[in-house]
């Protein structure tokens, strides 16, 4: 299964900004990072964060194929990964076998992200 990937839309009265860049990531590498981020921290099957029925939610979601929302992530400042936006998201494709994802990132973090985490894959594929 492609995972339909969409950039989360701006609310009312936001149309004007610029949109945020879109990046692709690879999951192994983004997983390295996240693993040492401590409390928010999403572990295999949604474990250690608090919040297990939104690993399963979106776990229905993926699999009814309807276009998913990018998650938006960073670097804090030990330049280790962190999410604003989707780390369930991201723990659910990583767990199902992906290789990639798309992420929305800030334009001052974009590049740094592409040195240290780029992928060249473009497709999130669920084996």
């Not at 964060?49 to 276009?67: E, K, L, M, T, V």
């Amino acid at each position: 299964m492609i995972v339909l990937w969409e950039v989360q839309p701006f609310g009312d009265g936001w149309e004007d900004l610029e949109p945020e860049p879109v990046v692709w990531l690879d999951i192994a590498k983004v997983e390295e990072s996240f693993a040492r981020t401590g409390d928010h921290y999403v572990g295999k099957g949604g474990s250690g964060a608090g919040q297990p029925s939104r690993y399963a939610n979106i776990g229905r979601h993926f699999r009814s194929r309807r276009p998913t929302w990018m998650p938006h992530l960073g670097l804090d400042a030990s330049r280790m990964i962190s999410f604003t936006d989707g780390r369930h998201r991201f723990a659910w494709v990583r767990d199902h076998g992906a290789a990639a994802i798309p992420v929305t990132t800030s334009l001052a973090t974009e590049q740094q992200l592409l040195r240290r985490f780029g992928s060249a894959l473009r497709e999130t594929i669920l084996p």
